[in-house]
C-alpha cells in the first residue's frame, strides 16, 4: 500500500500492539531487580553498574545501532549508493578492537571513583573544572539531535502506515506525541533499565525482520545479479539537479579518503558520546566490556545486510513518497516492507524501527540527564547537592530533553536537522584527546587540550558550515569537505581531530616550559586494571576530601 492510499489497517493494529507491549515492559522494569531506593544516580542513570554480558550486549546493540541505522544507512544506499551508505559497516568493524582497548580502563577508573560521565573522568584526571565542562557540554549538544532523530524515525514508521496525515496541527503529530509522552513516562520511573529490558523485544525484532527479508525479497526482485546491476544503472544516470551522476556503486579512487576517514572518524567519536559510555558504564565488570567488544560485531553483520535493502528498493522500484506527496528517501524501508510483504509482518518490520528508537532515545535521555547533573548542575550551580538530589534533577532534565527533542522534529525541515546530526560527529570527536589520551598518559598538559578543543570545534563547525547542498543550497549540506595540505576530500570531524591533536601538542610543549599549574590527578595507576569487587582498589573514605586506595 503507498502511504497516500490511506491508513495500513493490520500493519498499525501489530505496530500498536508491539508498542504497547514494550511500554508496559518499560514500566515493569523499575520493578526488575529493583534496590533498596532508585534515587541515586547509580541506581537510576546506570542501572545499578549490574548488567551481565547478554544485558549489557543487547543494551550497546539498542543503543549503537539506532532506528535511523534502519532509516538512514538504507536511504543512503538508495540515494546515493556506497560512499553516502556503506562505510558505516567498515565502521562499526573497526569501532570494536577500538573499544576493546580502552573501554575497559575507562570502565575500571569510572568505578574505582564512582564516575557517572565521561566528563567526571576528565575533571578527577585533570583537575580542570573548564575541560571538564567542554567535555560536558559538547557531549550534551552532540546528543540533542541524535535524540530527535531517533523521533524521525518513528515518524516515518507512522507516516508510511498512513498515520499523521490532515492539516490539524494536533491530529498531524498527535501519534508521535503519544509515543512520547510513553518514552518519557517509564524513562522516568525505570531509569537506564527501562531500555535494558526492551532492546530484548527490539533486538529479537530486528534481526528476525533482516534475516526474512534478505531470504524472501531476492527472489522476488530478480535475485542478487538483479538487484547490483539497478543499483549500478542508477547510481551511474545523471543527477539533473547537479548535472553529476546520482552517487557511487563502488568508491572511486578519487573517493577513497573519504570513504576512508568517514569510517575512521566515526568508528573513533561513537563511544564519544554520552550514551556509548553510559551503557557501557552499567556493565558489572571490566571482562564484561572486553566480550563484548568481541561478539558486538554480530550487529555488524546486520548492518551489511540491512545496507544492501537499499539496493533492493532500487530493483524493486520502490517508490518513497511523503504524504506530503514528496519524494522522501528516509520512508525507503518502511515503503519496501509495506509493498513487498503482507500487512501482518510489514507491522512487524514497522515495530522493529520503532522500538528501535525507544531503546536509543531513552539511553542518550538519560545520559544527557546525568552530564547535566553531574557536570553543570553539581559542578557549577550546587557543588554540595546530594544523591537523592542529583537523581531528582536528572529525571526531570531527562523529560526536558526528550520535549527539546521532540520539538526539534516538529519545528525543523528534516534535512536540517539530519545535516545538524552531522555537527554532532564533528563535536563530539574533539573530546577525544581528553577522554581516550588521560587513559594512558597525562603528558597532554590540561590547558592545551582545552584550547586544542576549542579550536577542533571552531573549525569544524565553520567547514561544515561552508558545505552548500547542491539541490537545496543550504549550508550544513554534508560532513566532507577539502582537507588542508592533502587537497583530497575528507570527512570534517577527522581533519578538524588532528588539528585539535597538534595544537594540544605544540601548546603542551610551551606550557610545560612555562612551568603552567597542571593539576592534580585524583587517580593512581592501579584504578585503571581495577576491577568489581577488586579489594586492593576499594575506595576507603580517610577525610572530609580526600580519600586513598586499601592496597
Given at each position: 500500500m503507498n502511504t497516500q492510499t490511506g491508513v495500513n489497517g493490520v500493519a498499525l493494529a501489530v505496530l500498536i500492539f508491539f508498542f504497547v507491549v514494550v511500554a508496559g515492559a518499560g514500566f515493569w522494569a523499575s520493578r526488575w531487580r529493583r534496590p533498596t531506593s532508585m534515587e541515586s544516580l547509580d541506581e537510576w542513570g546506570l542501572g545499578g553498574r549490574s548488567f551481565g554480558t547478554w544485558i549489557t550486549w543487547f543494551l550497546l546493540g539498542g543503543d549503537l545501532y539506532t532506528a535511523y541505522t534502519f532509516v538512514a544507512v538504507p536511504a543512503a544506499m538508495f540515494a546515493f549508493g556506497?560512499?553516502?551508505g556503506f562505510f558505516a559497516v567498515?565502521?562499526?568493524?573497526?569501532l570494536y578492537p577500538i573499544i576493546f582497548v580502552f573501554?575497559?580502563?575507562l570502565w575500571s577508573v569510572s568505578h574505582r571513583h564512582g564516575y557517572v560521565t565521561p566528563a567526571d573522568f576528565v575533571q578527577g584526571r585533570s583537575g580542570s573544572r573548564g575541560l571538564s565542562l567542554a567535555v560536558a557540554v559538547t557531549g550534551f549538544l552532540a546528543t540533542m539531535p541524535y535524540i530527535a532523530l531517533q523521533l524521525v524515525g518513528i515518524q516515518a514508521v507512522l507516516e508510511v502506515a498512513g498515520v499523521g496525515g490532515g492539516d490539524n496541527v494536533l491530529a498531524k503529530d498527535l501519534?508521535?506525541?503519544?509515543?512520547?509522552?510513553?518514552?518519557?513516562?517509564?524513562?522516568?520511573?525505570?531509569?537506564?533499565?527501562?531500555?535494558?529490558?526492551?532492546?530484548?523485544?527490539?533486538?529479537?525484532?530486528i534481526y528476525l525482520v533482516i534475516i526474512v527479508a534478505v531470504i524472501y525479497l531476492p527472489s522476488k526482485v530478480g535475485g542478487w545479479d538483479n538487484i547490483f546491476d539497478s543499483a549500478k544503472e542508477k547510481m551511474a544516470a545523471t543527477n539533473p539537479a547537479t548535472g553529476k551522476p546520482n552517487g557511487a556503486f563502488v568508491p572511486a579512487a578519487a573517493q577513497y579518503w573519504?570513504?576512508?576517514?568517514?569510517?575512521?572518524?566515526?568508528?573513533?567519536?561513537?563511544?564519544?558520546y554520552p550514551h556509548s559510555i553510559t551503557a557501557t558504564l552499567s556493565a558489572k565488570s571490566r571482562n564484561t566490556i572486553r566480550k563484548n567488544a568481541?561478539?558486538?560485531?554480530?550487529?555488524?553483520?546486520?548492518l551489511g545486510l540491512l545496507a544492501l535493502l537499499g539496493w533492493v528498493a532500487i530493483a524493486a522500484g520502490t517508490k518513497p513518497i511523503g504524504l506530503d506527496g514528496k519524494p522522501n528517501a528516509q520512508l525507503v524501508i518502511p515503503q519496501l516492507f509495506e509493498d513487498m510483504f503482507p500487512s501482518w509482518f510489514a507491522g512487524v518490520a514497522f515495530a522493529a524501527i520503532a522500538i528501535g528508537a525507544l531503546v536509543p532515545a531513552a539511553i542518550m535521555s538519560i545520559a544527557a540527564a546525568n552530564t547535566f547533573t553531574r557536570n553543570i548542575y553539581k559542578a557549577w550551580l550546587k557543588p554540595d547537592a546530594t544523591t537523592e538530589q542529583e537523581a531528582k534533577v536528572s529525571k526531570l532534565t531527562s523529560l526536558v530533553v526528550k520535549a527539546f527533542a521532540l520539538v526539534f522534529v516538529l519545528t525543523l525541515d528534516k534535512s536540517n536537522a539530519i545535516n545538524f546530526q552531522l555537527l554532532g560527529g564533528i563535536w563530539i570527536l574533539q573530546t577525544f584527546p581528553a577522554i581516550v589520551f588521560y587513559l594512558y598518559t597525562r603528558w597532554f598538559h590540561r590547558r592545551a587540550l582545552l584550547i586544542g578543543w576549542a579550536v577542533g570545534m571552531v573549525y569544524g563547525t565553520i567547514a561544515a558550515y561552508n558545505v552548500v547542498n547542491p539541490v537545496t543550497?543550504?549550508?550544513?549540506?554534508?560532513?566532507v569537505a577539502n582537507i588542508p595540505v592533502i587537497g583530497q576530500m575528507g570527512y570534517i570531524a577527522l581533519t578538524a581531530f588532528v588539528i585539535n591533536v597538534l595544537v594540544a601538542a605544540v601548546l603542551t610543549f610551551a606550557f610545560r616550559a612555562g612551568k603552567v599549574?597542571?593539576?592534580?590527578?585524583?587517580?593512581?595507576?592501579?584504578d585503571y586494571f581495577a576491577d568489581a569487587g577488586d579489594p586492593r582498589v576499594e575506595k576507603l573514605p580517610v577525610g572530609p576530601h580526600e580519600t586513598t586506595p586499601s592496597v
Open positions: 556506497a560512499v553516502n567498515p565502521y562499526t568493524i573497526v573501554m575497559a580502563r501519534p508521535l506525541l503519544v509515543a512520547f509522552l510513553v518514552l518519557a513516562l517509564y524513562t522516568y520511573t525505570s531509569g537506564l533499565r527501562a531500555p535494558a529490558i526492551i532492546a530484548f523485544v527490539k533486538d529479537i525484532l573519504a570513504y576512508g576517514t568517514l569510517a575512521l572518524g566515526s568508528a573513533l567519536a561513537l563511544f564519544m568481541a561478539i558486538l560485531p554480530a550487529y555488524s553483520f546486520v543550497k543550504s549550508n550544513f549540506g554534508g560532513s599549574d597542571e593539576g592534580r590527578d585524583e587517580t593512581i595507576p592501579a
